[in-house]
C-alpha cells in the first residue's frame, strides 16, 4: 500500500513540477507580447527566450522572438527561431513566408524558391520564385513566375525590370523594351535602369529615346564616366545632334587617345552625310599618320561623295598601294557606300 502511495505521490509531484514549468512558460510568454506591443523589443525578445527555456516546443514563442528580432534588424537570430518553429510547425503559413523572405534577404535563391513554392496562398510566391530564377540564370522558369507577377501587380517596379533583364538576358531585346521602360517610370531613382534602358534603346537602333534615357540617367545622378560618354555621344550623333556627339566623343578621344574614335566619327558623319565634318577626322588621323591608308581611303571616298570624283579616286588608289587589303573594297565602291 505505501508503495502504491509513493508511486501516487511522485507523478502528483513531477505533474505539478512540469505544470509550474508551461505555467512559466505561459507568464513570460505573455509578457514578451506586452513588451513587444509596447515597442520594447530587446525587453520582450529576453522574455521570449525564458518561455523558450521553460518550453523547448513552444512555437509560438519562436514566432513571436522571431519577428521581435525583425524589427531590430538582427537577422541570424530571426532566422534561427523561425527555422526552429518551422521544426515544431511545418505548415505554418507565417512561419514559411516569413523564411520565403529571409532567404531572399540573405540572397539564398534555392531556399527562398524552396519556401515560395511551400507558401500556398501567398501573394508573393510567384514574384519570389521568378526573380530567384532569375538570379540563378534560369531564365525560362523566371520569365514564367515573372509574367504571372506582372500581371497580378503591373506596378511592380522590380519585376518590370527583372523580365527586362530576362529578355536583354536571352537577346530578345524589342520584348525587353516595354519592362524596362515601366520600370524606370516607375522608378526613376533608379538610375542605372535608365542607362540600361538607354543602352537597349541603342541596340534597337532607337537613338533618340536613347538620348533621352541616357540624359535622364545623368539627371537622376548617374555618373558620367567616359563610358557613359562615349555612348551617349554616339547615341547624339546617330540621332542627329552632330556638334553635341562630337563634343563628348572628342572629349574622351583627349582623355584616352585611342585613335579609333577618331576613325569612329570620320565613318559616323560619313553614313549621316555629313562630308565636310568627316573629312575633318579623317584630316586628323592623317596628321597623326602620314600612312594611314583607312584614313586615306576614306578620305577619297568621302571626296568623291562631295563631287570631285578625280582626286578621291586618286585618293582611293593611293591608299590601296599602301594597303593592298583595301583592294577588296573597291568592288564594292561603286555605290561609295563602303566606309572603313
Given at each position: 500500500?505505501?508503495?502504491?502511495?509513493?508511486?501516487?505521490?511522485?507523478?502528483?509531484?513531477?505533474?505539478?513540477?512540469?505544470?509550474?514549468?508551461?505555467?512559466?512558460?505561459?507568464?513570460?510568454?505573455?509578457?514578451?507580447?506586452?513588451?513587444?506591443?509596447?515597442?520594447?523589443?530587446?525587453?520582450?525578445?529576453?522574455?521570449?527566450?525564458?518561455?523558450?527555456?521553460?518550453?523547448?516546443?513552444?512555437?509560438?514563442?519562436?514566432?513571436?522572438?522571431?519577428?521581435?528580432?525583425?524589427?531590430?534588424?538582427k537577422t541570424d537570430q530571426v532566422k534561427t527561431n523561425f527555422l526552429k518553429a518551422y521544426e515544431l510547425?511545418?505548415?505554418?503559413?507565417?512561419?514559411?513566408?516569413?523564411?520565403?523572405?529571409?532567404?531572399?534577404?540573405?540572397?539564398?535563391?534555392?531556399?527562398?524558391?524552396?519556401?515560395?513554392?511551400?507558401?500556398?496562398?501567398?501573394?508573393?510566391?510567384?514574384?519570389?520564385?521568378?526573380?530567384?530564377?532569375?538570379?540563378?540564370?534560369?531564365?525560362?522558369?523566371?520569365?514564367?513566375?515573372?509574367?504571372?507577377?506582372?500581371?497580378?501587380?503591373?506596378?511592380?517596379?522590380?519585376?518590370?525590370?527583372?523580365?527586362?533583364?530576362?529578355?536583354?538576358?536571352?537577346?530578345?531585346?524589342?520584348?525587353?523594351?516595354?519592362?524596362?521602360?515601366?520600370?524606370?517610370?516607375?522608378?526613376?531613382?533608379?538610375?542605372?535602369?535608365?542607362?540600361?534602358?538607354?543602352?537597349?534603346?541603342?541596340?534597337?537602333?532607337?537613338?533618340?529615346?536613347?538620348?533621352?534615357?541616357?540624359?535622364?540617367?545623368?539627371?537622376?545622378?548617374?555618373?558620367?564616366?567616359?563610358?557613359?560618354?562615349?555612348?551617349?555621344?554616339?547615341?547624339?550623333?546617330?540621332?542627329?545632334?552632330?556638334?553635341?556627339?562630337?563634343?563628348?566623343?572628342?572629349?574622351?578621344?583627349?582623355?584616352?587617345?585611342?585613335?579609333?574614335?577618331?576613325?569612329?566619327?570620320?565613318?559616323?558623319?560619313?553614313?549621316?552625310?555629313?562630308?565636310?565634318?568627316?573629312?575633318?577626322?579623317?584630316?586628323?588621323?592623317?596628321?597623326?599618320?602620314?600612312?594611314?591608308?583607312?584614313?586615306?581611303?576614306?578620305?577619297?571616298?568621302?571626296?568623291?561623295?562631295?563631287?570631285?570624283?578625280?582626286?578621291?579616286?586618286?585618293?582611293?588608289?593611293?591608299?590601296?598601294?599602301?594597303?593592298?587589303?583595301?583592294?577588296?573594297?573597291?568592288?564594292?565602291?561603286?555605290?561609295?557606300?563602303?566606309?572603313?
Amino acid at each position: 500500500m505505501k508503495i502504491i502511495l509513493s508511486i501516487v505521490c511522485f507523478f502528483a509531484v513531477h505533474q505539478t513540477y512540469a505544470d509550474s514549468f508551461i505555467d512559466s512558460s505561459s507568464f513570460y510568454y505573455s509578457k514578451g507580447i506586452a513588451e513587444k506591443n509596447e515597442k520594447r523589443f530587446l525587453t520582450a525578445s529576453a522574455n521570449f527566450e525564458k518561455a523558450i527555456a521553460f518550453n523547448k516546443n513552444y512555437a509560438e514563442a519562436y514566432i513571436e522572438n522571431g519577428l521581435a528580432n525583425k524589427e531590430m534588424r538582427k537577422t541570424d537570430q530571426v532566422k534561427t527561431n523561425f527555422l526552429k518553429a518551422y521544426e515544431l510547425q511545418p505548415n505554418n503559413v507565417q512561419i514559411i513566408k516569413e523564411l520565403t523572405n529571409l532567404f531572399y534577404d540573405y540572397r539564398q535563391w534555392d531556399k527562398a524558391a524552396e519556401f515560395a513554392n511551400k507558401c500556398v496562398g501567398c501573394e508573393n510566391a510567384e514574384r519570389i520564385i521568378g526573380l530567384c530564377n532569375y538570379e540563378n540564370e534560369n531564365y525560362m522558369a523566371a520569365e514564367k513566375f515573372l509574367l504571372k507577377a506582372v500581371t497580378k501587380n503591373p506596378n511592380d517596379a522590380l519585376v518590370n525590370y527583372t523580365l527586362g533583364r530576362t529578355y536583354m538576358d536571352i537577346e530578345m531585346y524589342k520584348k525587353a523594351v516595354p519592362y524596362f521602360e515601366k520600370a524606370a517610370a516607375l522608378n526613376p531613382e533608379k538610375n542605372a535602369w535608365a542607362y540600361e534602358l538607354g543602352l537597349l534603346y541603342y541596340n534597337n537602333n532607337n537613338y533618340r529615346s536613347a538620348v533621352t534615357a541616357f540624359e535622364t540617367a545623368a539627371k537622376n545622378g548617374y555618373t558620367t564616366s567616359n563610358d557613359f560618354n562615349e555612348n551617349y555621344g554616339y547615341s547624339l550623333l546617330y540621332s542627329g545632334q552632330y556638334a553635341k556627339g562630337e563634343e563628348k566623343l572628342v572629349s574622351i578621344y583627349q582623355k584616352k587617345g585611342n585613335k579609333e574614335m577618331l576613325r569612329d566619327l570620320a565613318q559616323i558623319l560619313y553614313e549621316q552625310k555629313q562630308y565636310d565634318r568627316s573629312l575633318d577626322y579623317c584630316q586628323k588621323l592623317l596628321e597623326a599618320d602620314s600612312k594611314d591608308a583607312k584614313a586615306l581611303y576614306q578620305a577619297g571616298l568621302t571626296f568623291q561623295k562631295m563631287g570631285q570624283k578625280d582626286k578621291g579616286q586618286g585618293m582611293c588608289d593611293k591608299a590601296i598601294e599602301m594597303d593592298p587589303s583595301l583592294a577588296s573594297k573597291r568592288s564594292k565602291s561603286m555605290d561609295l557606300s563602303g566606309a572603313l
